[in-house]
C-alpha cells in the first residue's frame, strides 16, 4: 500500500472531518482513524448544537450568556470564535443536508436550554451529533482528495521543525494493528512510514 498526502489528520470526528472538508482544497489528506470511522465522541452526542440563528439572537448574545455561566473559567478568545463563526458553521451543515428538527413552516426549531436567553440550540432528534457526523462523513467521502484509514492508531507524535515548512512536521508512531498499512515503506507527504519501525520520517 502506498499512500501519498500533502496533510495528515488524526481522528474522524467532528472536527477532522470539517478540516478535511477544508483542506481538500488545497491538497490531498490523509485521515489515520484508530476504530470504525464513526466511533467517537461526535457519534455519542445526543444533545444539540447552539448557534446564534434565530430571529433577535446574535453572536453578541450568546458570547455574553456564555461568559456568564462559564463563571470566570472561558477562555474569551474561543469563546468569541464558537460564537462568531458558529452561525456560519451550522448553515453551512443544513447545506451540506443535515436534518435538523425543523418547525411546521420548516424552519429549524431552535429550544432554549440551560444558561442559553434565546432559542438557539438545533437538535437532530436525540442524536444530533450522528446526524453531524453523517453530513460530514458523506461530504468528505465524495471528496477524491480525501483518504481515510480506519484501525489506524498512532500512539505518540512528535514535532520537529522542518526549514521547508512554516509550520512544524509529524512524526507518528503506528501501532503494531497497522501492520496491514505497512507490509512496505509508504509516503506520508514529505514523510516515509518505515516497515520495519512503523516510524514515520522525513523523506531524504
Ligand atoms: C455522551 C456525550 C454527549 C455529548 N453531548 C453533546 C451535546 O449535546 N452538545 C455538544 O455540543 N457536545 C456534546 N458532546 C461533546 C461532543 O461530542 C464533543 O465535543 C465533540 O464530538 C468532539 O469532537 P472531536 O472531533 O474533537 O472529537 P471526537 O468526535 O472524539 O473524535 C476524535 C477522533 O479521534 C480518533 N482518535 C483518537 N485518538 C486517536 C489516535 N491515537 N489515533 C487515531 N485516531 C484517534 C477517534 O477514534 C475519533 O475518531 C457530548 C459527548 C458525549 C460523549
Known sequence: ?????????I???????????????AGDVLILTKAEPTEGN????????AAAVGAGDSP??????????????????AVGALVEDGPRYVRELIEWGARFD???????????????????VLHARD????????????????LARVSAHAHARAVQSRYYRDPRLDSPPLEAHLTPDTSHLTRR????????????????????
Open 1 to 9: 500500500m502506498d499512500l501519498r498526502a500533502d496533510f495528515l489528520i
Open 11 to 25: 481522528g474522524s470526528g467532528i472536527a477532522a472531518l470539517r478540516a478535511a472538508a477544508e483542506l481538500a482544497g
Open 42 to 49: 461526535t457519534g455519542y452526542a445526543q444533545g444539540g448544537i
Open 60 to 77: 453578541e448574545l450568546h458570547g455574553a450568556d456564555t461568559i456568564a455561566a462559564g463563571d470566570g473559567l472561558c477562555d474569551e478568545r
Open 102 to 120: 425543523r418547525e411546521a413552516d420548516g424552519e429549524p426549531a431552535l429550544a432554549i436550554e440551560g444558561a442559553h436567553s434565546a432559542r438557539r
Open 127 to 142: 442524536a444530533t451529533g450522528r446526524e453531524i457526523g453523517r453530513v460530514l462523513w458523506q461530504r468528505v467521502s465524495m
Open 185 to 204: 515503506a509508504y509516503a506520508l507527504g514529505p514523510y516515509h512510514v518505515v516497515q520495519e519501525s512503523h516510524r514515520l520520517s522525513p523523506c531524504a
